[in-house]
Antibody
Framework: QVQLVQSGAEVKSPGASVKVSCTAS????????IHWVRQTPGQGLDWMGL????????TYAHKFQGRITLTGDMSTNTLYMELSGLNSDDTAVYYC???????????WGQGTLVTVSS | QTVVTQEPSLTVSPGGTVTLTCTSG?????????PTWFQQKPGQAPVTLIY???NKHSWTPARFSGSLLGGKAALTLSGAQPEDEADYYC?????????FGGGTKLFVL
């Protein structure tokens, strides 16, 4: 059974950075992608970007370019999303989601709440 | 960036049938948009129901189906159950990026 387990909630000050992790169990990455999606309070879902865990290639949504960095450590099957220059609008739940072959979006992490507050 | 539009809310009676749609601001939705549908209940992470237009996961209830309908992506729920009351999000690939629709709040009443 594939599981994506994310790191715990974070509280950050404006201007700081946050790094959220997503560890996969029950799965070996081959031709997959890991996407990062966020949901601000009471709002919809927002695609942030993707990483190819095996090759390291990334694509970022225009909205987050310059502030987001996606990385991975295949020795621990863990992917990371780092967002810099935080402001109150970045208060949200951040999810990792796996996409398998042929655009098969499947498993979601449980979400990580990031609160930006002074 | 492509704008993806969904109905803000819909209501279906228990046992009834409802179709949720997903429209792309760049033109008719095709299979190359790879329409994907998610269900989200309050306080929970989304769950993937349908991928690449019409493909189901092992956990997708049989009463859900995906299709292309009149230039839109569609999610049809046949035989609605009270537990289907949730938010439903469409996702598509356009212009080198993935884009979510604003979501449809489905009421089963």
């Amino acid at each position: 059974q594939v599981q994506l387990v994310q790191s715990g909630a974070e509280v950050k000050s404006p201007g700081a950075s946050v790094k959220v992790s997503c560890t996969a169990s029950g799965h070996t990455f081959t031709d997959d992608y890991i996407h990062w999606v966020r949901q601000t309070p009471g709002q919809g879902l927002d695609w942030m970007g993707l990483i190819s865990p095996r090759g390291g290639g990334t694509t970022y949504a225009h909205k987050f370019q310059g502030r987001i960095t996606l990385t991975g450590d295949m020795s621990t099957n863990t992917l990371y999303m780092e967002l810099s220059g935080l402001n109150s609008d970045d208060t949200a739940v951040y999810y990792c989601v796996k996409e398998g072959r042929s655009q098969t979006w499947d498993y979601w992490g449980q979400g990580t709440l990031v609160t930006v507050s002074s | 960036q492509t704008v993806v539009t969904q109905e803000p809310s819909l209501t279906v009676s228990p046992g009834g049938t409802v179709t949720l749609t997903c429209t792309s601001g760049t033109g008719p939705v095709t299979s190359g948009f790879f329409p994907t549908w998610f269900q989200q209940k309050p306080g929970q992470a989304p769950v993937t129901l349908i991928y690449s237009t019409a493909n189901k996961h092992s956990w997708t209830p049989a009463r859900f189906s995906g299709s292309l309908l009149g230039g839109k992506a569609a999610l049809t729920l046949s035989g609605a159950q009270p537990e289907d009351e949730a938010d439903y999000y469409c996702l598509g690939y356009s212009g080198g990026a993935w884009v979510f629709g604003g979501g449809t709040k489905l009421f089963v009443l």
